[in-house]
T-cell receptor, first 114, second 115 residues
Framework: AQSVTQLGSHVSVSEGALVLLRCNYSSSVPPYLFWYVQYPNQGLQLLLK??????LVKGINGFEAEFKKSETSFHLTKPSAHMSDAAEYFCAVSDAGTASKLTFGTGTRLQVTL | EPEVTQTPSHQVTQMGQEVILRCVPISNHLYFYWYRQILGQKVEFLVSFYNNEISEKSEIFDDQFSVERPDGSNFTLKIRSTKLEDSAMYFC?????????????FGEGSWLTVV
């Protein structure tokens, strides 16, 4: 069964600093990987996805993630944090064969300080 | 941009009452899902639905839950006899079969409070 582990339930960065949110996956087959963002009192919005094309994936709002098979990782980064990036971020994995349900990580709450 | 819409956005119900949460998936999508998120916890899969039948369900999705696609546009989740522990945000989602078929699009959620 596929699973993802997000290290750090809470990350705090200063505005303008690098954002790094960690995600490691466990999958018996090449996975499809996703990052979703949840702003306060809102639904889940897709940030970016990896579907076995380029290993470096660029998403919305300046975020990107790199798929590293050797490390079973799919960490999310942004060079310069903005106050509006404060939200909950969820990594998720979907089986590549059926591409059906998503299995989510426990989420990382990003706080951005002045 | 097409989106998944859910109603109601917030519902308060008495324990033991039946609740129906409604969703309008993105048109031309054929895979539908319900997920839930208990406050402070991760998003959990409940059920997936394709071709007018359940394709997969989790252990959470027991006999008190049911889903239905009553017409060509709506997708509903029914909880027959609500319990306190059913209090959560319920997300509907949909996916196309081809093209961006691996992306699941989520609605804004329906917040259910059982008292």
């Amino acid at each position: 069964a596929q699973s993802v582990t997000q290290l750090g339930s809470h990350v705090s960065v200063s505005e303008g600093a690098l954002v790094l949110l960690r995600c490691n996956y466990s999958s018996s087959v090449p996975p499809y990987l996703f990052w979703y963002v949840q702003y306060p009192n809102q639904g889940l919005q897709l940030l970016l996805k990896y579907t076995s094309a380029a290993t470096l994936v660029k998403g919305i709002n300046g975020f990107e993630a790199e798929f590293k098979k050797s490390e079973t990782s799919f960490h999310l980064t942004k060079p310069s944090a903005h106050m509006s990036d404060a939200a909950e971020y969820f990594c998720a994995v979907s089986d590549a064969g059926t591409a059906s349900k998503l299995t989510f990580g426990t989420g990382t709450r990003l706080q951005v300080t002045l | 941009e097409p989106e998944v819409t859910q109603t109601p956005s917030h519902q308060v119900t008495q324990m033991g009452q039946e609740v129906i949460l409604r969703c309008v998936p993105i048109s031309n999508h054929l895979y539908f899902y319900w997920y839930r998120q208990i406050l402070g916890q991760k998003v959990e899969f409940l059920v997936s639905f394709y071709n007018n039948e359940i394709s997969e369900k989790s252990e959470i999705f027991d006999d008190q839950f049911s889903v239905e696609r009553p017409d060509g546009s709506n997708f509903t989740l029914k909880i027959r006899s609500t319990k306190l522990e059913d209090s959560a945000m319920y997300f509907c989602a949909s996916r196309a079969t081809t093209g961006t078929g691996n992306t699941i699009y989520f609605g804004e959620g329906s917040w259910l409070t059982v008292v």
